[in-house]
């Protein structure tokens, strides 16, 4: 069995269920190419994002090749996924500099903890409002009578904010952000995914203890546990806190292990990719997050070290960007062949309602409710408002929830595989629709923010 084959969990020969070596590396090299072609003659200034690119190459793929076209296993892609974001959270912290988040600290954790509990609820709540037949009934029937636990769990897959999207679509922009807003996108967008999480695991908790207490299954009394006060206060402190310290104790190591072992430039990727491995395995067996030690672990490695070592520093970050790219690319076009196009039509209505509640209500109140504890002055809180990209936890996330769904037997056992794969589809088109609509309209109000600023800067010198 030769190495391809072990990691995409595919042993000996082609069989009748499966596809041929051949086929298997024509159409990864396609994906691949694809948006490399597309960015180079069609999306030459690159307004559209390459991840909404690839994502929407879905509804193109699955009908010709069916469901993972390249029988990677959903391990594997796990796991691509974790190096991925672990990758593009510590170069994240390798670009910050503690001066520039000094002023933003306490808002950003503000924002990336309560914030995103916030705006899981707004969503929701208004999701559960417009759908349910106790309300405005909105569904028709198709997504059957959706219980509020389940709203929840939707509010919850979308409440985080992507690192990857965000950081690769905001330095792409002409336009320069406020230098603030920009800070806090990135701090916040790194750091609020286990914040996510946390909600994701509370909801459903929440689910199974209201399956169990119908008696449609028998397990949850150590899951109802989870979800009182105390239990979700450890969980958001130890996530936190020992996450921060690991991330700083491999921040330091890191600056001794560059400075004494003489690494050639060759070597820094492996390097990195060690680095942020055995520092995320650490924090998760400590009980912290690692997501948010990689963050920490690259910005104390970017900020102390001396200024000697400045050029391997920069050597570090540029043998990292090729594979973080790569594996970020590999992980959209995992999600994009497990659509299902025709579950995605059925319910398209849904998923842009659900986006519109989401980018015009959801999120801008869950940043200006916190705005006295903010210096933004209101333009520049209504551009972080609208810059919140979903990407691939969301994703994750939801197809999770097909899984859990599936589990509980909320639904009759008829339509509980279509219902969930419904559910699944209005996330994904509610990120997609984010992507695009937010990516094409945020240089029209980064210029009308950066025009306000530079009219008041000169009132003031006036």
């Known amino acids: 069995m030769d ?39 069609i999306n030459k200034n690159e307004r559209i994002p390459t991840q909404f690119i690839i994502l929407i190459s879905g509804l193109v793929i699955v009908p010709i090749f069916g469901k ?8 594997f892609v796990h796991i691509t996924h974790l190096i991925s974001l672990n990758l593009i959270l510590f170069s994240s912290g390798l670009e910050t500099k503690f001066s520039s988040i000094r002023s933003i600290l306490r808002y950003g954790i503000i924002l990336s903890t309560i914030g995103v509990a916030i705006s899981a609820v707004i969503l929701g709540s208004l999701f559960y409002v417009a ?10 029937g198709i997504l059957g009578d959706l219980p509020l636990s389940v709203c929840m769990l939707i509010g919850a897959s979308l409440s985080s904010t992507d690192a990857s999207a965000s950081i690769s679509i905001l330095n792409r922009l002409r336009v320069k952000l406020p230098e603030k ?12 995914d286990p914040a996510a999480v946390i909600i994701y695991g509370m909801v459903t908790s929440w689910i199974f203890h209201d399956a169990h207490l119908a008696g449609k299954i028998s397990i949850a009394n150590e899951i109802t546990g989870n979800l009182n006060l105390r239990a979700i206060t450890d969980n958001f402190v130890g ?31 492996s390097a990195g990719l060690a680095i942020v491995s055995i520092n995320y395995a650490v924090s998760n067996f400590l009980g912290g997050s690692g997501l948010i030690s990689a963050f920490i672990a690259g910005m104390v490695l970017s900020n102390l070290h001396k200024s ?8 570090l970050k540029e043998s990292i960007e090729p594979f973080e790219e790569l594996a970020e690319i590999f992980i959209y076009c995992s999600f994009a062949a497990r659509v299902d196009p025709d579950s995605l039509f059925r319910v398209l209505p849904w998923g842009l309602m659900c986006a519109f509640i989401m980018m015009v209500i959801a999120r801008p109140l869950s940043i200006f409710v916190f705005q006295p504890f903010s210096r933004l002055r ?3 809180a ?19 929830m097909v899984e859990i769904i599936s589990k509980t037997n909320f639904f009759d056992s008829s339509v509980t595989t279509s219902t969930a794969q419904d559910i699944q589809s209005i996330i994904f088109i509610t990120a997609i629709t984010n992507l695009l609509v937010q990516s094409l309209s945020m240089p029209a109000i980064a210029r009308w923010t950066s025009q306000s600023e530079e009219a008041k800067t000169l009132e003031a010198v006036d």
């Open 131 to 140: 759908v349910s037949d106790k309300f405005l009934g909105l569904n028709n």
């Open 308 to 315: 000697e070592e400045v050029t391997i520093i920069q050597n």
């Open 382 to 400: 209504s551009l972080l408002g609208w810059c919140g990209f979903k990407g691939a936890v969301t994703l994750a996330l939801s197809f999770e």
């Open 181 to 192: 807003v920009l800070q806090i996108i990135k701090f916040e967008s790194s750091i609020n």
């Open 239 to 269: 996530l936190f806190s020992t996450g921060s310290l690991v991330g700083a104790i491999f921040g330091y190591l890191s600056i001794w292990m560059l400075k004494n072992l003489n690494l050639r430039k060759q070597q820094l990727l």
């Open 68 to 75: 993972t076209p390249l029988q990677a296993s959903d391990q």
């Open 378 to 380: 209101w333009k520049e």
């Open 3 to 41: 190495l391809i084959s072990n990691l995409l969990a595919v042993s000996g020969p082609a069989t009748e269920n499966s596809i041929t070596d051949e086929v298997r590396f024509f159409g990864l090299g396609a994906m691949l190419l694809y948006p490399i072609i597309f960015n180079k003659f």
